[in-house]
Each structure stands twice: as C-alpha cells, then as structure tokens.
C-alpha cells in the first residue's frame, strides 16, 4: 500500500513535471503572445507590400504575434490620419514603408517619443528610429544607371543614347531614382540622356513615350524604366519597333515571379535591378523578434539591415531568382 | 466699356461662325504645321502613326464619354470599370478559362456596372456625378478585394488573337488605330441616324420636355451608361493587348479628366444636346499632336502640363469671346 502511494505520488510527480515541461515549451512556442504589430505600408495590392505583409503573417503570427494593417492606398494623408489612430491605441511596434523621407517624419518621432518603437521599411525617414530594413530608391537609381553605362558607354561601341522613363513627378520614389542616376551619370561624357520624361506609373503612357523616341532617335541604346509594372508598355514600344534588334531595357521592382522573372525569361526586361523580398521579410521577422522579446525601447539600440541591390538578367535568372505572392496568400 | 468694344469688335468676325471645334481644328492645324517645319521626324508616315496609336485609347473614350455627356449626363466611373473588368478578365485566363469566356464575364461585369450606373440615374434619380463618382470607388475597390489578385495583371503568355488588338496591323495601320475609326463610325451612324442617337440629343436638349413628349427617358439612360461601360470594356482590352498588361493604379491616375477633356475640349458642351463625333476626334488630335511633339522636344513634364493648360484655357477664352453665351444661347444647368 504505501509501495503504491509512492508509486503514485511519483507518477504524480513525473506527470506534473511534464506538463510543467510542456507548459514552458508552449511559451517558447508562442514567444511573441499577446504582442501587436501595426503596419502601414505605401499601398497594400503590389509585390512589395504584399510580399511583406503576407510573409511575416506566415512567419510570426505561428507565434502569436497580432498583425495588423492600415492601408492607406497610395494617399500620404490618409496613411498620416493612420499613423495617428496608431499611436493612440498604442500597439507594440510600428512598421512604417515612408512614402518619402519627410511626410511621416513627426509623427514617427511622437510614436517613438510615446514608447513605441518603430521599425521604417525600404525608405529613410528623416527621423531615425529603432529599426530599418531595406534598400534605398537612390540605391536602385544608381544601380540602373551604371548597368547603362556599362553596357551604353564608353569602350561598348553603342551610341550612349539613353531614354528616362519617370514615375510621377510627385512620388518620392521616381524622385529618388532619378537623384540616384543623376548622381552616377554626373560629369560622364560618354552618356546622353536623350530624353527624360514622366509616365505616371502608367504602362500606356510609357509605351506612348517610348515609341516616340525610339522613333525620334535610330541609335537609342538604353530605356530606363523606374518600375516593371510600368516598363511592360515601354518593352511592347521597343518590341514593336525592333523586334529582335534589342534597345536595352532596364527596370526594377519587387521580384515577384509575374512581375519580374516571367519577364525577364520572355525577354521582356534585359535587367532588372532589385532586393529581394524574401530576404528583407526574413531580416524584418529577426528583427521584429529582437525588439519584442528582448524588450528594446526607442532611443536604445539602433538596429540596421540594409538590403544589397541585386541585378537579374537571362544570365543569371534561376528558378529561385523571384518568389511567388501565391505560396504566401 | 472697353470690355464691350472688345466683344463686338470680335463678334463682328461672327461671320465666319467659328465654333470651338473649328478654334481647336485650327490650333491643331497650326501645332502641326509648325512642328512639321521645326521638329526633324515629326512629320514621317511612321511618327504620324505612332502619334495616331498612341490616343487612340484615349480617343474611344472619348466617345464613350460624348455619348452620355451629349445626354447631358457623365460617367466618372468608366476609368475604374475598364480597369477592372479587362483585369478580371486577365486574371481568368491565367486562371485557366479560355479566352472567350474570360471575356465574355469581364464584359458581362463592364455592362452590369453599367446598367446599375444607368438604373440609378434614371429611377433613383441620383445626379450622374454623385452616382458615378461613388460607383467609380465602388467598383475599384471590390475588384481588388474580390476579383483580382494584384494591382497589375499581366497578359498570359499567348493570348491568341486578344494580343493582335494591341500589337497587330493591317496594311501597315495599327490595330488600336483601326479600332478608333471603327467605333467613330459607328457613333457617327448611331448618334445621326437612329432613333437611339436622336432621343439622346432631345435628352440632353431638355430632359423633362423630351420626356413629356414621349422619349423614354428612363429606358433610354440604362441603355446609355450599359453602352459607355461596353466600350470601356473594349478600350481596355486594347491598353491591354497593346501594353500585356492592365494596371489597375490608372483609376487613381488623372486619366478620367483627360477623358472629359478631350470631349469638352472638341466643343461638346457639359451641359448637353450638343456636339457630336467629330468634335471627339478634334480634340483628340489636339491632344495627339501636342503629347507628340512635346515629347519629341523632350519637354519636362510641368512645363507641359504648364504648356497644355495655357492653350486649353486659350481655346476656351477665344471661344467664350467669339461665342459669347447670353440669356439667348445659355442653357438651364449649364456648368
């Protein structure tokens, strides 16, 4: 009998031991439990935005991290009026994509001021806060601008002659490009920029555009597209125009697999400039890990990840080079 | 008093009865004459088509906005349904389902919008802006939620005979162009010789009188918004074979207001009943040519804006001094 109760008491023991066990595993398991994540992106519904916003769910909401979205669909004021909505319900980070570097600038220093530790993705705010991850607009700029003179200037044997093909005049982004390949370009003989004009991220307008300098200029050797989802008109002037008798075509973008690599595979793009998302969504999940479980607060540790800049082209284009939004939505 | 000299100096050049479509004929005709003498290429057979295809999407929108605007109405929506029927329709075909009947929904949704548009304005009596400006948000924002994946489609990879609306040609003409010529002419035939095109005017002419007369408004206004969704639908289809893509960012782009630019620039007045076809036509190859040449010379972009404002304001000023508007030629809702 008493053999039995200590049998017992044991098992007893034991068992509560293991639940104790798995009881700290589950908390291991749910590290992030009871946290919330606010992200406000410059437009939900492309490659970007969608790449990050799906991925991390994928990748952190397993450990019980709340993500939430505001989508402010391409407006800087109504992602402002966000942000403000944001800061009063307090969550425990805010991931801010900055539509440009000055827009959402006080009141990423307010959230911060207020405790909340902001995480900015793939453009500079002027304010520097807990966190940044990506690469930069005047990045990718540079990055176009010397695959042009590379394969445009001096020593290639073409005629230099290359065509900008901007976003709006008003997007940080095109703004930002265009810093960049002025920057590159800046005192090079060897390059003529034939003609710089604006298509409105609008594929019929750079197509319109497009045509008509290619029309206007035989020997162009270069067209520079400040986005695929807009390059796409420019590529069906020069496809038009040329056929085979390839006019350079470089472009950037997100990566996704319609957007970038079917393009490239089909000849559409020749170069493609880019950051991988996959590997930025992998960079913000560390992060965001760190800041939430090792309890960092505005004005500590500042944290960076910059993002290379890479270049696809048919040479190197593997089947890993893009990520598909389908695996992740 | 001075004013007053000025207006009858001009209106004594009444004589020679120049409308708006003739001013902005005029200005198009002198653009192209100077860029032709002053712009190296403007002027070959290959830029003067190029010129042609590149509004000739903008040129059948035109005519789908005419139409209701001669009825004195407006469809602030047409941006927003083009772009996202055609791109449910993309997204279908990647989908898997053939060509035709991707198609076949996406102008089955194009319509639908349409009609709801129309069935609004005539039996709910809500106002055409108010109604389409909603119904624009509207049907931007369930296409994306529920219908289409991303915000730009692209074009699958053999779209069969679709592609050749964008990049096919006969006898060296551009499709899209012939598409243009196509739908001009057949507005021509409506909007003159049918019954269809002359209830229109009456409408746009008086809408309560023409009503009483026995013209059925209501009907009539359905039919009208299903018709510009159709051809918005097929406009679309063109900016999609001719750019493998649909991109859906245009419905927040300015696109809608060149539209109603080009149909008021042409001389058909908001206020309706009036202008017809070639009015349409008029002021897209004002816009053409100016885009064109603009682009040749490698203008900036606000300098253009800049450069195309001033001479559509100048167009209007000239025409409000030559055709001044009294209480004779003034119009009850006139805007």
């Known amino acids: ?329 | 008093m001075s004013n007053n000299t000025v207006l009858s100096r001009f209106s004594k050049m009444q004589w020679l009865s120049l409308t708006q479509e003739k001013i902005v004929f005029l200005l198009a005709v002198v653009l192209f004459v100077t860029f032709s003498l002053t712009l190296n290429g403007f002027a070959s057979v290959d830029n003067l088509l190029g010129l042609l295809y590149n509004v000739s999407v903008l040129g059948v929108l035109g005519l789908a906005m005419a139409l209701v605007v001669i009825g004195r109405g407006i469809d602030l929506s047409l941006i927003a349904t083009m772009a996202i029927s055609v791109a449910w329709s993309l997204t279908l075909i990647r989908g898997g389902l053939s060509v035709e009947m991707a198609l076949l929904y996406g102008m089955l949704l194009a319509v639908g919008i349409g009609v709801l548009n129309g069935w609004l304005i005539a039996y709910a009596e809500i106002p055409a802006l108010f109604c389409t400006l909603a119904m624009g948000t509207l049907v931007y924002g369930f296409g994306r939620i529920a219908l289409i994946p991303a915000d730009v489609i692209y074009m699958p990879a053999d779209p069969g005979w679709f592609g050749a609306l964008g990049q096919g040609e006969v006898f060296g003409i551009p499709a899209p162009v012939i598409v243009f010529v196509l739908f001009a002419l057949a507005a021509t035939l409506v909007l003159r010789y049918t019954r269809f095109g002359r209830y229109t005017y009456y409408m746009g002419d008086n809408y309560h009188a023409a009503r009483i007369t026995g013209v059925p408004t209501r009907p009539m206004l359905v039919t009208q918004y299903g018709v510009v969704a159709l051809i918005g639908f097929v406009a679309g289809l063109v900016t999609a074979a001719s750019v493998d893509s649909m991109n859906t960012r245009i419905v927040n782009s300015t696109m809608i207001y060149d539209v109603i630019l080009v149909v008021v620039l042409g001389g058909i007045g908001l206020s309706g009943g009036k202008g017809g076809v070639r009015n349409v036509v008029v002021g897209t190859m004002l816009i053409g040519i100016l885009l064109n040449g603009m682009t040749i010379m490698n203008i900036e972009y606000t300098v253009q804006n800049f450069i195309k404002g001033a001479i559509l304001l100048a167009a209007l000023i000239f025409d409000s001094l030559i055709n001044p508007r009294d209480e004779q030629t003034a119009q009850q809702g006139d805007i």
């Open chain 1, 1 to 329: 009998m008493k053999n039995n109760t200590t049998i017992l008491a044991a098992a007893f023991a034991t068992a509560l031991a293991c639940t104790g066990l798995s009881g700290a595993a589950m908390a291991d398991d749910k590290p992030l439990a009871g946290k919330t994540l606010a992200f406000v992106p410059t437009s939900l519904g492309y490659d970007l935005t969608d790449g990050w916003y799906n991925m991390l769910k994928k990748e952190l909401e397993p450990e019980g991290l709340n993500i939430i979205v505001r989508d402010p669909n391409w407006s800087t004021a109504t992602g402002a009026q966000a942000l403000v909505s944001l800061i009063s319900q307090k969550p425990d980070l805010l991931m801010v994509q900055n539509p440009d570097v000055q827009s959402y600038a006080r009141l990423l220093r307010r959230a911060e001021g207020e405790g909340i530790p902001v995480l900015q993705i793939n453009m500079r705010s002027s304010v520097e806060t807990t966190a940044f991850v990506g690469a930069d607009w005047v990045g990718i700029g540079r990055a176009m601008a010397e695959s042009a003179i590379e394969s445009c200037g001096e020593g290639s044997g073409q005629s230099g002659k290359v065509s900008l093909v901007q976003g709006p005049l008003t997007s940080a982004s095109s703004v930002y490009q265009m810093e960049g390949i002025n920057a590159a370009l800046e005192g090079r003989e060897d390059i003529t920029v034939v003609s710089s004009q604006a298509a409105n991220w609008d594929p019929s307008q750079a197509r319109a555009i497009t045509d008509t300098v290619l029309k206007q200029h035989n020997d162009l050797c270069a067209v520079i597209d400040f986005w695929d989802g807009q390059a796409v008109g420019s590529a069906a002037a020069i496809r038009r125009q040329r056929g085979d008798n390839k006019v350079l075509l470089i472009t950037n973008g997100g990566t996704e697999q319609t957007a970038a690599c079917d393009n490239i595979a089909n000849g559409t793009f020749d170069k493609y400039m880019t950051y991988n998302v996959r590997e930025q969504s992998t960079d913000i999940a560390e992060l965001v890990r760190k800041i939430l479980t090792e309890d960092i607060r505005p004005g500590g540790e500042r944290l960076d990840r910059m993002t290379a800049v890479n270049v696809i082209d048919a040479d190197n284009l593997t089947e890993n080079s893009c990520w598909k939004l389908s695996d992740y939505k």
